[in-house]
């Protein structure tokens, strides 16, 4: 079994400031992970992916998140906030073994970011 | 490139009356192809995924189906809708295999009344 979670419902943070949201997972083999952004009334956007090597990962809009194995966890990071970064922020997860299951992600519930001016 | 249209974007239904909703894929073939609902602007709850025409896994027990008539169109339906049916139902689609993200459509926003 595979499970994510994002133990943030909101994390608030100055414009200009570095910002983090956290998730931590779990799998019962090696992970792939995910983070998406939705805007509101909108689809998900993905933003990057962890599949193998770095575990530095740059993604879309200045973004990256790194992958901690012993800690099991990938948090979502940016050196310098932006307003318009507000949005709801999903990390998910995929067992690597996950071939069987059309490659079924997991999801968190989702951590709400507001950046104020 | 790849796109994904859903339809309608907002939908009000009465209680017991049936639903259709389409997601279509263009610029990629044999796409694994997802529902999913969303309740409360918070997590996502999978409903059915597909990896070919006429192929299709349930996630949940529910009021819903969902249908793959051609490779790159997935319909959910319901013939009898529920007030607990109300929902914002997002339909999406990767490439083959684990370690591909998901793209989604832009949501249809379903208000059972």
């Known amino acids: 079994a595979q499970s994510v979670a994002q133990p943030e419902d909101q994390v608030n943070v100055a414009e200009g400031n570095p910002l983090t949201v956290k998730c931590t997972y779990s799998?019962?083999?090696?992970?792939?992970l995910f983070w998406y952004v939705q805007y509101p009334n909108r689809g998900l956007q993905f933003l990057l992916k962890y599949i193998t090597g770095d575990n530095l990962v740059k993604g879309s809009y200045g973004f990256e998140a790194e992958f901690n194995k012993s800690q099991t966890s990938f948090h979502l990071k940016k050196p310098s906030a932006l307003v318009s970064d507000s949005a709801l922020y999903f990390c998910a997860v995929r067992d690597i073994k996950a071939r069987t299951n059309a490659g079924k992600s997991t999801f968190g519930d989702g951590t709400t970011l507001t950046v104020k001016p | 490139s790849q796109t994904i249209h859903q339809w309608p974007a907002t939908l009000v239904q009465p209680v017991g009356s049936p639903l259709s909703l389409e997601c279509t894929v263009e610029g990629t073939s044999n796409p694994n192809l997802y529902w999913y609902r969303q309740a409360a602007g918070r997590g996502l709850q999978l409903l059915f995924y597909s990896v070919g025409i006429g192929q299709i896994s349930s996630e949940v027990p529910q009021n819903l189906s969902a249908s793959r008539p051609q490779d790159r169109q997935f319909i959910l339906s319901s013939k009898k809708l529920l007030l607990s049916d109300s929902g914002f139902y997002l339909c999406?689609?990767?490439?083959?295999?684990?370690?591909?993200?998901?793209?989604f459509g832009p949501g249809t926003r379903l208000t059972v009344t």
């Open positions: 799998v019962s083999g090696n992970p792939y």
């Open positions: 999406a689609w990767s490439m083959d295999w684990s370690r591909y993200e998901q793209y």
